[in-house]
């Protein structure tokens, strides 16, 4: 089977052409984009809205035929193949609802087939559709929620969702273990854009999740494990903070925006203090990460830097010789008008001269 998806050139063109407008003229004319259609990012959330409307009205029908949710899913997978085979349609919202409602509904027509009642299970594969989507349509907000499905698989190994005794340690373990993963691999440059994407995906995710995950532990050593909590977040803010500086990538930095929200509300949990001296601490924290970053951004000359924008010496005479020599020439002066014989003054020869 040959699954039909621009090809590494092509999207490496497609981004540069959406990231720059201007661009998008030229590729389109010198064919460098493949002939893909894509949408802007609200084009794209109305398409994905469009097609979930769609899938409504589909299920609707289907409601009364023998395993709807296994034909509603074959037929939305076959559309939206048809879509991106035949009509070349790449990332436009409407491909990407029917490709994931359609995976997913026949991944719950298995379920309900199936006599077992395992909710790790029963998750972990619905995990595997969206993960399966995301690699199709080269989707880094599918991967990022397939991988969050698996830490909640994890935590479902023996328990469930209102019935207590969760694996939430193990749970925050693997995505600790998926964000130290991505972090080293997103060292590397990935020929794909959307590979780079769905590793920055998971290194600004998976230390939230995991900090959610320890937060939400109900077992007898909550204090210990909130200092866990607090621990894990401050090492991710230093890390993702070194690196974001280091490799001047945006993800990383985003993710350490997250830490810090993290770190706050773990102080909150084990320090009760009244709520002027944790407003007094949380700024304090924040100033300081603050100062860190902008002298750490200083001195840099290239990529993210904190540096003020400096004109270059003799930029003013530059600009005063340019508008010196777009400015018109000065015209000729106009003739002098014909003197009168009469005097110049009242007339009669009242100026005394004639």
Known sequence: MIIVRPTVSEERWLVLADRYPALQASVEQLGKGGG???????????????????????????????????????????????????????????????????TVAIVVELLVWSTGNNNALDVALIATAV??????????LFTTLAAAGYSLAIAFIDGSLFGGSMYTREAAAACVLLAVGALVAGGR?????????????????????????????????????????????LAFLVVNLFVGVKRRQHAPLIGTLGNLACVAYSIYRLMPWPMHWQLIAAGAVLLAVVVLLERLL??????????????????DFVQVVGAVHLSPAPGSPAPAGVQGQGGEFGGGGASGRF
Not at 58 to 82: C, K, T
Not at 131 to 140: A, F, I, K, V
């Open 36 to 102: 893909w259609k894509t949408s802007t990012w609200l084009g794209r959330c109305l398409g994905f809205v469009l097609g979930l409307a769609g899938t409504g009205m589909l299920a609707g029908v289907l409601s009364y035929a023998p395993a709807p949710w296994l034909v509603g899913g074959l037929m939305l997978v076959v559309v939206a193949e048809w879509m991106v085979a035949q009509r070349r349609v790449f990332r436009s919202g409407v491909e990407e609802a029917l490709y994931l409602c359609g």
């Open 131 to 140: 993960l399966l989507t995301g690699w199709r349509l080269l989707n880094p």
């Open 189 to 233: 440059k990935w020929r794909r854009p959307s590979h780079d994407r769905m590793f920055d995906g998971l290194v600004i995710a998976m230390p939230w999740l995991a900090h959610g995950w320890l937060v939400q532990y109900n077992g007898s050593s909550t204090v210990a494990t909130h200092g866990v909590a607090l621990a894990m977040a």
């Open 298 to 315: 200083r001195h840099r000359s290239k990529g993210i830097t904190s540096r003020a924008i400096e004109e270059p010496s003799g930029m």
